[in-house]
């Protein structure tokens, strides 16, 4: 089985999250939104994690892999999602949207961990919404009338 990804540091005034062995087995440092913050705190507030941030069913080991899995597949099934997906997919929605906002590309490489620029390249072809933006330079021309 895979090791499980690890949070190893929250910087709260960088807005970042440090994560150690994640895909690949790589480290790297991604963003930490204001939204997901806000609900680990009041997480943090209601249940009291003491060792770990998310226990398994033990509190001295950490919720598996397996066990998020399930979680996910549920939450899927809640919403009346009927795809069939993977938490996995959850990365490369979170790499095309930034694309679609705009987020050059290597930013989005170094937030995946990807040490090959080509590998995230792969994202440039799901994304259509900023191809529909460009204009044109023959629709520039002002022939008049």
């Known amino acids: 089985m895979k090791s499980f990804v690890y949070v190893v540091a929250i910087c709260i005034e ?12 790589k480290d790297r440092r991604t963003l930490l939104s204001h939204l ?3 609900i680990v705190q009041e997480y943090i507030s209601e249940y009291k994690p003491q060792r770990w ?18 979680v996910f597949e ?9 795809k069939k997906v993977s938490i996995h997919v959850l990365r490369h929605s979170f790499a095309t949207h930034l694309l679609e906002n ?11 961990g990807h040490t090959s620029a080509r590998t995230t390249q792969r994202y440039t ?15 520039r021309l002002d022939l008049g009338d």
């Open 14 to 25: 960088r807005q970042t999250l440090i994560v150690r062995q994640g895909k690949g087995q």
């Open 36 to 38: 997901a913050w806000k």
């Open 53 to 70: 941030l998310f226990p398994g069913q033990s509190s001295d080991r950490h919720l598996t892999e397996r066990s998020v899995q399930k």
């Open 74 to 82: 549920e939450a899927r099934q809640h919403a009346g999602i009927m």
């Open 102 to 112: 705009g987020t050059d590309l290597c930013y989005i490489q170094e937030l995946l």
């Open 125 to 139: 072809h799901v994304s259509t919404k900023n191809i529909q933006r460009i204009q044109s330079p023959l629709d």
